[in-house]
């Protein structure tokens, strides 16, 4: 089971080619789509749930903008299971909102007594106006906390912060973090994996490409190949079976999605 956690098919420049991004889910066994940021939610939730209808591999996210969209169970179904959507996903810098926002706490209620997973898409690229201070993935705490049993996605594994992500993975049993990795950003990679690795918390990984940041079979070769790459250099590499653990992981299972 491949589980592509990170799909996009809207890039910064605007509609990306649909067949392409179709061709990218044919790799894997499942991919999650996440609606984008950029338009009102309802109109672009409504377009990603006919688009994720064409195949029974996606697995469509809603967007939720707190400070916008109520967030009654009432409203969230309708905007979620009611279009087919199995989760949501937040862009908190984008947006403008604190992820503890007084609206947003309302919001993970909600997605608690519906079982709805929540995907943190908080890291770059970030427009001019994007509020960085609320990527800060150490915000996340304060909201785990209060909703030990929401299921929540730490996009890109909170790049640039990396390190309160692997803080945040090792104290709460039901965040997670998206591993969608830069193919020609070697060093990058081998930083964040073997940090987690380091840390022990390579089961709380889920594999992601960011598309069309990257194609899915070229980070699954990135991440099988690092190894080759540094070991001539005498640097600690991670065990191979840690990395394809990660690849074959059922993302899906883990959120408690059912498809």
């Excluded at 799909?7 to 066994?29: F, M, N, P, Y």
């Excluded at 104290?171 to 070697?186: C, F, M, Q, R, T």
């Excluded at 990679?189 to 709380?204: C, F, L, R």
């Excluded at 990135?222 to 840690?242: D, Q, S």
Aim: proline content about 5%.
């Amino acid at each position: 089971m491949i589980v592509d956690s990170h799909t996009h098919i809207k890039s910064r420049s605007g509609q990306i080619d649909t067949a392409a991004h179709l061709e990218a889910c044919e790799k894997v066994d499942h991919c999650i789509v996440l609606a984008s940021g950029d338009d009102k939610s309802r109109q672009v939730n409504k377009e990603l749930a006919e688009y994720v209808k064409r195949s029974k591999k996606m697995v469509g996210f809603a967007v939720v903008n707190p400070l916008e969209d109520k967030v009654s169970i009432k409203e969230v179904t309708a905007m979620t299971r009611g279009l087919g959507l199995s989760g949501i996903v937040l862009y908190c810098p984008k947006h403008k909102f604190h992820p503890a926002h007084s609206r947003a706490m309302c919001l993970y209620e909600t997605a608690v007594e519906l079982k709805l997973p929540v995907f943190f898409h908080n890291s770059g690229p970030f427009d001019s106006d994007s509020v960085l201070d609320f990527a800060r993935p150490y915000l996340l705490d304060e909201i785990a906390r209060k909703f030990s049993t929401l299921k929540m996605v730490i996009g890109k594994m909170g790049i640039p912060f990396i390190k309160e992500t692997l803080c945040l993975l090792d104290k709460h049993e039901n965040i997670y973090a998206d591993l969608s990795v830069a193919p020609g950003k070697v060093w990058e990679v081998y930083n964040i994996v073997t940090s987690a690795h380091e840390a022990g918390i390579m089961d709380k990984l889920l594999f992601g490409s960011g598309y069309p940041s990257a194609d899915p079979s070229q980070c699954i070769e990135a991440l099988l190949g690092f190894n080759k790459l540094v070991i001539e250099a005498h640097l600690p590499t991670v065990p191979r079976e840690e990395i394809r653990n990660i690849i074959e992981r059922d993302s899906l299972a883990a959120l408690g999605i059912s498809v």
